[in-house]
């Protein structure tokens, strides 16, 4: 549970304004666990529809309490698990219409138990194919610089499409990307990372590319999701052979 604090100007603010928070103090309340939460992040997540703070006459933001906690679990699940936005809105939605749902995941799992090496990776969301989003979108999403992107393009972790647009993977990417990097893993050392994933997408492909040459609908809807389900044994195949690999060189 995410505290508000308890004392200075905005505080004060807060408790004359009902228990309302301006975005200061709605940064402070999330630094500690999100210390690089920006004002134009939380600023984006509400364009995105993550959260729909009050405004006041003037046309300053104010943040209930609750708004505060969405913004929090939107964060985390962005952090723990790389879900797309679409997903975590709707996944929210849900929750608050009182539904029954269970948390898609197309990342990695913390905490896992013992015999779960990443859990389900492409999860159990029906995500949208096809969506796209802007460069200032993935920058923001992904919450890295300009220059960043540049250097993961020319290393080709990142394309643009012909339009200059970017498919909504690439914020998975770049976030992947970027959590490496803090751990001393330089985006130049993951160019293996990318040939053996085309390599990968490349034998899928091969697989399932009679199912989507049929004449019929069905067996074409077929083919994408034995694409999905191959991508996923694939991705989980990797993840065991990288644990392997590491406990061969335990001591």
Do not use: C
């Not at 990695?108 to 492409?122: I, M, V």
């Not at 200032?136 to 610089?145: C, F, K, P, Q, V």
């Not at 498919?167 to 990318?194: C, D, N, Q, Y």
Request: aromatic share 4%; glycine share 10%.
């Amino acid at each position: 549970m995410l505290q508000t604090p308890s004392g200075g100007a905005d505080s004060g603010t807060a408790a004359a304004d009902g228990g309302l928070m301006s975005i200061g103090t709605v940064l402070n309340v999330l630094h500690e666990e999100f210390p690089e939460v920006t004002v134009s992040k939380i600023r984006f997540l509400e364009s995105e529809g993550l959260i729909e703070p009050q405004r006041t006459p003037s046309g300053y933001r104010k943040f209930s309490e609750r708004d505060v906690e969405r913004l929090g679990q939107v964060l985390r699940m962005q952090r723990d698990h790389y879900l797309p936005l679409k997903v975590i809105r709707e996944y929210l939605d849900a929750l608050e219409r009182g539904e029954e749902v269970r948390l898609p995941s197309l990342g990695r799992q913390r905490d896992a138990g013992d015999g779960e090496l990443l859990g389900d990776l492409l999860g159990d969301a029906d995500t949208a194919t096809g969506a796209r989003i802007g460069r200032e979108e993935l920058l923001t999403a992904a919450g890295i610089r300009a220059e960043q992107l540049a250097e993961w393009e020319s290393y080709g972790l990142v394309a643009p499409l012909p339009d200059g647009t970017y498919e909504a993977e690439a914020a998975t990417v770049a976030t992947l990307v970027a959590e490496l990097g803090r751990h001393g893993i330089e985006p130049r050392h993951l160019r293996m990372m990318k040939a053996a994933a085309e390599r990968e997408a490349g034998l899928v492909d091969q697989v399932v590319a009679p199912l989507r040459r049929h004449r019929n609908p069905q067996t074409r809807a077929h083919a994408e999701a034995r694409a999905k389900e191959l991508a996923g044994l694939a991705v989980k195949l990797h993840a065991a052979l990288v644990q392997s690999a590491l406990g061969a060189r335990l001591p």
